[in-house]
């Protein structure tokens, strides 16, 4: 396995919502993503998972914890080191309608962080640069003077990801890059950023709703809900071997195109909805909702624990290997 | 076709003049639907799926859209000739329709009480308010909604995104329709909270026996509640058959498409197919089959003629010239 590329150790992002009152987006949150794989971050509206995504980016300030990446805290860089922060990591975003700006033309839009880092000094090789990302993202030369309303959806996060692709980087954070698109598209998004991490060797933080893509595409999973992971492992394992009640239950509420494999399954439906994150519950957020909840559970946060070999999880119910020392202890009262 | 038929389209047309043109959303739609059956219209966005069924509740806003040719009959009344007072009296009676986004269907100034009575008084003018009440919450038990009593006198932003869509099914069967179009039910909501929703559909379909028009994209939530699936694309209705039919012997290119570019959760290692380029544009769609462009098998009849109509069984029908005799022989030839 390659280094750590990414290390979030602790995270907490907390909006202030006045009058003492805190929403708590993410909560004590630890992961690393290995150089080269693709990291699927998964969970329901609202736990929490794009925070992550933007608070690794710098685009919001941490509450507290940090997040070290190539070795370096992303919050405490100084303006050069800034500079080449984020030439290594780009974003993808989720609506392709939204993130283009209308009234530049594709050359524009992908010139534009080469611009920023004044990459090249001749005009020249900059329009070599675009037309071959263009390229690379299954468009043509011919589309860089055209602007973004002249194309599809599909299209047009085709142009968010050559953007993605114009410095260079070697860490790319995708926001839910599919969910705005129809299906026969999404599969063709897909693909170019399977080729296109394997042609580059690129890092991928993936973070989408949909369980199934994100088991398609990543190599290791983490599942949030409420601000916290409650389970991380290899995409396999995660569901092969669920271990947390919500993995169990998100898993089985995903319905599968295959009406003998439908009438077959049991599936097991969550009582309730997810509860506010400005009040979230005492100790394990999920209890509310779980079906197995025991009594501790009210008093007292479970640990992230690694419960076998790289498979963690944060759940009373595994709490009983004393003799096991994990790795990462967090749920440290703040 | 039989008797049975709660609805029946045939040969459905609508389209829209715009500034641009004159757009073609559906060509020649055919459908119809049993008592007690669940009918999934499965497409992408822009493929007619949502302005066949607007066409069906006669929501198509004129101008600039128009019914332009076709029939719908609903228990024999074909609904593009009926005057509007008439379908007023239709809509919520005996056709409802739920749509996708929970959020913007309720009015924000009104009591869930108000939004959820308003149907009856609206249809039954000398209900009394405590009938119209107790009616309501018996609709808030249906759609399992806890302290209905109480829940009855707040508004629409006191309720979460599952809550407000039982809310609106409760709504949209407070009136016992015999037909429920449901537009994207559930693509708003969270998975756990689809999985609910879907359940609750299902138990409502035991209990009052209504037949359901599906509107989705999601082939999962297709193989999980629906009996029989038309495959849209491009205005016009390229396959049909019965879940079975659609998902273990689908015949058209476009349906296999589908099926090939969705992950499945249950599978490892597969390989995502997706279907190349995108649908055709309906200013100006083909005068064959629309999905020419986009086909791995396509052959010279496909972009000049459209293809016959083939019944495969009694349930299974394709539009798609790969039924022809003469392809399939040239590909059994192929084959060998």
Known sequence: MNGKMLQVRQLKKYFNLGKDRYLKAVDDVTFHVYQGETFGLVGESGCGKSTIGRTIMGLYHKTAGEVIFNDKDVHQLKKEEKTSFHRQMQMIFQDPYASLNPRLTVREIIAEPMEVHQLYRYKQEQNDKVFELLEEVGLNRDHANRYPHEFSGGQRQ?????????????????DEPISALDVSVQAQVVNLLKNLQKEKGLTFLFIAHDLSMVKHISDRIGVMYLGNLVELTASNALYDNPLHPYTKALLSAIPIPDPDMEEKRERIILEGELPSPIDPPSGCVFRTR????????????????????NHFVACHLYKKQEQHTPKVTIGMKK | MGKDNILQVKDLHVTFSTYGGTVKAVRGVHLHLKKRETLAIVGESGCGKSVTSNAIMRLIPNPPGKITKGQILFKGTDLTK????????????????????PMTALNPT??????????LRQHHKNISRQNAKEKALEMMEIVEIPNAMERFKQYPHQFSGGMRQRIVIAMALICEPELLIADEPTTALDVTIQAQILELFERIQEKTGISIILITHDLGVVAKIADRIAVMYAGKIVETGTKRDIFYHPQHPYTKGLLHSVPRLDL?????????????????????????????????????????????????????????????????????
């Open chain 2, 82 to 101: 009926v005057s509007e007072k008439k379908m007023r009296s239709i809509r919520g009676v005996d056709i409802s329709m739920i749509f996708q986004d």
């Open chain 1, 290 to 309: 779980c079906p197995v909840a025991m009594d501790i559970c009210k008093i007292e946060k479970p640990t992230w624990q690694e419960i076998e070999q």
């Open chain 2, 110 to 119: 009104l009591t869930i009480g108000t939004q959820l009575t308003e149907g």
């Open chain 1, 158 to 174: 085709r142009i968010g990801i050559a953007r993605a692709l114009a410095l260079d980087p070697e860490f790319i954070i995708a």
């Open chain 2, 268 to 336: 490892e290692g597969e390989t995502l197919e997706p279907i190349e380029g995108t649908p055709p544009d309906l200013f100006s769609p083909p005068k064959g089959c629309p999905f020419t462009a986009r086909c791995p098998y396509a052959m010279e009849v496909c972009n000049k003629v459209f293809p016959v109509h083939t019944k495969l069984t009694k349930s299974h029908e394709v539009n798609c010239w790969l039924q022809d005799e003469r392809a399939k022989q040239t590909l059994a030839e192929v084959a060998k």
